[in-house]
C-alpha cells in the first residue's frame, strides 16, 4: 500500500498542498531564478558589445556568452519554471499527491545535470555555437549531452504530471473538467512532449558525429527537426504563461473566462497549430520546399494565432467583467484605472500580456509570411521579437505568478514591498525597448549574428544607416533599464525566502495575497457568460487595426526591394 503523504490547507486558497509538492515546487522554482539571473548577466553583457559606443567584449568572448545567455534563459530559466508550474496545476490545484515523487526527484536532477554540463562546455570556451548550434559547426560532446540529460530530465517531468491527473481522475479529488488552468497546463506538457522528442531525434545522432561515431548529419536535416525543438520551446511557453494570465486574474480579482469552453478550444488550437510556427526559421532555407513553407506560414498557421486572438480578448474581458462586478462601472475605462495596479502579480500579468500581443504577437505573423520574412530574416529584428515574446511575455508572466508563489507556497511575506511595485514596470519597460529598438535596428539592415555592426577592418564593409547606430545605443541603455528591474527581482525574491517574515493564518486575514474566494475561482468550472464588454472591445479594436496597419506597412517594405530583382 501507498502511505498517505501529508499535507496542509493553504489558508488563502483552500487548496491541499502536499509535502512533496511543495518541495519540488520550491527547489525547480528556485534553480530557474538563479538561471535567470546567469542569463540575465550574460544578456547584458552581450547588449553591451552590440552597443556601438561601448562594445564591451572581443568577438570570442561575444559568441561564448551570446551562447550562455541563449542556453540559460531560452532552456534552462523557462523550463525549471514550467516544471514548477505544472506541480502546481496538477498537484495542487486538483487537491491530488503527486505521482511518482522518487521520479520527480529524478527528473529534477537530470535537468540540473544537465543545464550545467552545458554551461561548462560553453564556459570553457568549446562550444560558441550560439543558440541554435548548427551542423557542421561542431562543439563538445558533453553540450549535446548536457542538452539531452535536460531533455530526458524534463520529459520525465511531463510524465509525472500526467500521472499527476490519472491519480486525481481515480481518485476524484475534482468534480467535473479539470479547471482551465490545468487544462492549459496539460496542453503545455503535451506540447513539450512533442518539443521534448524533436530535441532527442536530432541531438542524440549529433553527439555521436560530434564523437566521430556518425559520419554526417545533413545540415537541412537538422535544421528542420532542430526548430522543432528551438521554436516549439516557445509553444509551451505560450499555452504556460496564458494559463498564468488565467490563474492571476482569478486569483486577484476573481474573473473567470467570457467563455470556458471557448477559451478551452483556443488552447487546444495550440496544440494542433502552434508548432507549425517553427516553419519561420526556415523560410529563406533553399533545401525545403516551397511548398512546405507556403502550407505552414500561409494557411494553418493562421489558426493558432486565431487561439491566441481568443484569449487575448478573454483575458482582459475577465478582468472588466469581474471589475465592473465589484462596482468599478464609471465610464468606459473605469474598471482599468481602478484595477489594482499596486499589486506586482497583476500589473506584471497585464503588462505581459499587452507586450506579448503587440512586440511578440503582431511580429510574429509578419515574420510568419514567407514573403515578408526575407527581408527581416537575419537581421536584427529577429530576437528582437523573440524578446517580446519570451522576455515582455513569458519571463514576465513567471515574474508576476512569483508574486503569488513566495506568499502561498513558501510561506513569506514579501520583503520591500515598494520595490516590488515598481519592479514589473520597470522590467517591462527595459524589454520594451530591447524589443522596439532591436526591430528597429533590424527592419535597418544591422546583422543579426555578426558581433560588430560597423564591420570594422572587415574587408568588406556593409554600411547602415546612422538611425541604427543610434538603436543599438538605445537598445544598450534599455537592456540596463531591463537588468535593473531583472536585478530587482531577483533580490526581492531571493530576500523573501531568506528573509521575509514567516506567514500564518493571522497575516493570511490581515494581509491577503489573492481575493477572498480567489482559489475557489481557479479551481472551478464557470463562464462570465457576456460579450457587454465596450472597454476591452475598444482596446481590442485599436489593437487589430495597429495589427492590418503593421502588417502592410511591411508589404510596403519589402515592395521598395523589388527593383533589385
Same mark, same amino acid.
Given at each position: ?78 523550463? !525549471? ?11 495542487? %490545484? +486538483? ?12 527528473? $529534477?536532477? &537530470?535537468? &540540473? ?9 560553453? &564556459? ?36 509525472? !504530471? ?17 479547471? %482551465?488552468?490545468? !487544462? ?6 503535451? /506540447?513539450?512532449? =512533442? ?7 536530432? %541531438? ?17 536535416? =537538422? ?6 525543438? @528551438? ?35 483556443? $488552447? ?12 519561420? #526559421? +526556415?523560410?529563406?532555407?533553399?533545401? /525545403? ?65 499587452? +507586450?506579448?500581443?503587440?512586440?511578440? @504577437? ?5 515574420? @510568419? ?10 537581421? &536584427?529584428?529577429?530576437?528582437? #521579437?523573440?524578446? @517580446? ?32 511595485? *515598481? ?5 517591462? +519597460? ?6 522596439? $529598438? ?51 527581482? /531577483? ?7 531568506? $528573509? ?61 526591394? *523589388?527593383?533589385?530583382?
Amino acid at each position: 500500500m501507498i502511505a498517505k503523504e501529508k499535507f496542509r490547507v493553504c489558508p488563502d486558497t483552500g487548496f491541499k498542498v502536499f509535502d512533496t509538492t511543495e518541495k519540488l515546487i520550491k527547489i525547480n522554482a528556485v534553480v530557474a531564478v538563479v538561471f535567470l539571473a546567469v542569463g540575465g548577466l550574460f544578456g547584458l553583457l552581450v547588449a553591451l558589445t552590440r552597443w556601438p559606443a561601448v562594445h564591451l567584449l572581443p568577438a570570442d568572448l561575444f559568441y561564448l556568452v551570446l551562447t550562455a545567455h541563449g542556453a540559460d534563459v531560452l532552456l534552462f530559466w523557462i523550463v !525549471f519554471f514550467e516544471v514548477a508550474v505544472l506541480y502546481f496545476a496538477g498537484s495542487v %490545484l +486538483l487537491n491530488v499527491r503527486l505521482a511518482a515523487p522518487r521520479w520527480a526527484w529524478a527528473a $529534477f536532477i &537530470l535537468m &540540473l545535470v544537465g543545464a550545467v554540463m552545458a554551461n561548462v562546455a560553453v &564556459l570553457q570556451g568549446e562550444s560558441s555555437v550560439m543558440f541554435t548550434s548548427y551542423v557542421p559547426m561542431r562543439v563538445a560532446p558533453h553540450f549535446y549531452l548536457g542538452l539531452i540529460l535536460f531533455a530526458v530530465g524534463a520529459l520525465v517531468a511531463m510524465f509525472v !504530471f500526467f500521472g499527476t491527473l490519472v491519480i486525481a481522475k481515480e481518485e476524484k479529488t475534482y468534480e467535473g473538467s479539470v479547471p %482551465l488552468v490545468t !487544462f492549459g497546463a496539460i496542453v503545455a506538457a503535451i /506540447i513539450a512532449v =512533442y518539443t521534448i522528442a524533436s530535441g532527442a531525434i536530432i %541531438l542524440i545522432p549529433t553527439l555521436l558525429w560530434s564523437l566521430d561515431l556518425v559520419a554526417d548529419i545533413d545540415s537541412v536535416m =537538422y535544421k528542420l527537426v532542430w526548430w522543432g525543438m @528551438g521554436h516549439s520551446s516557445q509553444q509551451i511557453n505560450m499555452a504556460t504563461q496564458v494559463s498564468i494570465w488565467y490563474c492571476i486574474a482569478a486569483m486577484v480579482l476573481g474573473a473567470k473566462p467570457l467563455s470556458e469552453k471557448v477559451s478551452r478550444g483556443a $488552447f487546444l488550437l495550440y496544440i494542433v497549430f502552434l508548432q507549425l510556427a517553427s516553419a519561420h #526559421h +526556415l523560410l529563406v532555407e533553399p533545401g /525545403i520546399s516551397s511548398e512546405w513553407k507556403v502550407f505552414n506560414t500561409s494557411y494553418a498557421l493562421y489558426l493558432a494565432v486565431l487561439g491566441s486572438m481568443i484569449h487575448g480578448m478573454s483575458i482582459p474581458g475577465a478582468v472588466e467583467c469581474a471589475q465592473r462586478r465589484r462596482g468599478f462601472n464609471e465610464g468606459m475605462f473605469g474598471w482599468l484605472r481602478k484595477a489594482p495596479w499596486g499589486n506586482p502579480a497583476f500589473s506584471g500579468m497585464a503588462l505581459s500580456v499587452v +507586450l506579448f500581443g503587440i512586440l511578440g @504577437g503582431i511580429t510574429g505573423v509578419v515574420l @510568419g509570411a514567407e514573403q515578408l520574412n526575407i527581408i527581416m530574416h537575419n537581421t &536584427l529584428y529577429v530576437p528582437g #521579437h523573440f524578446h @517580446g515574446t519570451v522576455v515582455a511575455g513569458t519571463t514576465l508572466a513567471f515574474m508576476a505568478i512569483t508574486y503569488l508563489v513566495v506568499p502561498l507556497i513558501f510561506r513569506r511575506e514579501i520583503i520591500w514591498p515598494k520595490v516590488a511595485q *515598481w519592479q514589473p514596470y520597470l522590467f517591462g +519597460l527595459g524589454v520594451t525597448g530591447i524589443s522596439l $529598438f532591436m526591430m528597429g535596428a533590424g527592419t535597418l539592415g544591422v546583422s543579426r549574428r555578426h558581433w560588430d555592426m560597423a564591420f570594422t577592418d572587415a574587408p568588406l564593409n556593409f554600411d547602415v544607416p546612422p538611425a541604427a547606430f543610434l538603436m543599438m545605443g538605445l537598445n544598450g541603455i534599455s537592456a540596463v533599464i531591463a537588468s535593473i528591474g531583472g536585478i530587482m527581482f /531577483i533580490l526581492v525574491i531571493v530576500g523573501t525566502i531568506l $528573509f521575509g517574515k514567516k506567514r500564518g493564518e493571522d497575516a493570511c486575514r490581515t494581509n491577503p495575497v489573492i481575493l477572498p474566494g480567489g482559489g475557489a475561482t481557479v479551481m472551478a468550472a464557470g463562464s462570465e457568460g457576456t460579450l457587454k464588454l465596450p472597454g476591452t472591445i475598444a482596446l481590442v479594436s485599436v489593437f487589430f487595426a495597429a495589427f492590418v496597419l503593421y502588417y502592410f506597412v511591411n508589404w510596403k517594405y519589402l515592395s521598395e526591394v *523589388w527593383p533589385l530583382s
